[in-house]
């Protein structure tokens, strides 16, 4: 995969399965984590009444504007999962996960999945998307099997559930763009590289 030397690519993300869609695809990047208190962000924009794809697409525009390098084209990611009223951030602990899962099981959720590139501290692109998932009503006993096969490992996920892994028994459908419910909707950002020439045509 032909990728030009400039810009050089910044993800402004800890997450691993963004760095890992990166990787897969060919691409060279640097990763640099933004420091950004996403809970204070989500508190405040739901107290104004904003919705979650505004508040998802603020918070990675954050997150690139935290790195400065102005050579640099840095990518800024961030999703909200969203079921009925209610938003879910990551699990804290495995009863945590347990509440999360008891609580999604048989319902459709969605993805509410963002990403703000930013070069030279300007705004050049942004896309949204929401993947929607349900999930099927799994037993008690199929959960508790579950949570003791992926471990601490589902805490760093929204949800409490890797897709690309165990997670993906614990549905029944699944509508959207694989890499975008991983946390980066691939497709849209590599046609965005091709038409600013950072990657070949």
Same mark, same amino acid.
């Given at each position: ?15 691993? &399965?963004? !760095? *890992? ?10 990763? @640099?984590?933004? #420091?950004?208190? =996403? +809970? ?9 009444? &904003?919705? !979650? *794809? ?10 690139? @504007?935290?790195? #400065?390098?102005? =050579? +640099? ?11 009925g009223e209610t938003w879910f951030d990551k699990p804290a602990g495995l009863g945590g996960? @347990? ?10 959720h969605r993805l509410v999945t963002a990403v703000v590139c930013l070069r030279g501290g ?14 099927r009503g799994f037993s008690d006993a199929f959960l508790e099997e579950y949570l003791a ?53």
């Open positions: 995969m032909m990728q030009a030397l400039i810009p050089p690519l910044i993800l402004a993300s800890q997450s691993t &399965a963004r !760095a *890992a869609l990166l990787t897969a695809a060919g691409l060279r990047f640097e990763v @640099r984590p933004a #420091r950004v208190d =996403e +809970a204070a962000v989500k508190q405040a924009y739901r107290a104004e009444g &904003a919705d !979650a *794809a505004d508040t998802a697409l603020t918070l990675a525009g954050l997150k690139a @504007r935290r790195i #400065r390098d102005p =050579e +640099a084209l840095v990518i800024g990611a961030d999703q909200i999962l969203v079921c996960a @347990r509440i999360q899962l008891q609580g999604l099981r048989g319902q459709t300007r705004e050049v692109w942004r896309h949204l998307t929401e993947p929607r998932l349900r999930m096969a992926e471990g601490d490992a589902i805490l760093a996920c929204v949800g409490a559930y890797r897709l690309e892994g165990l997670g993906i028994h614990l549905f029944d459908d699944v509508q959207g763009e694989h890499s975008a419910i991983l946390g980066l909707p691939l497709l849209p950002l590599l046609g965005f590289l091709r038409q600013h020439d950072i990657l070949a045509v």
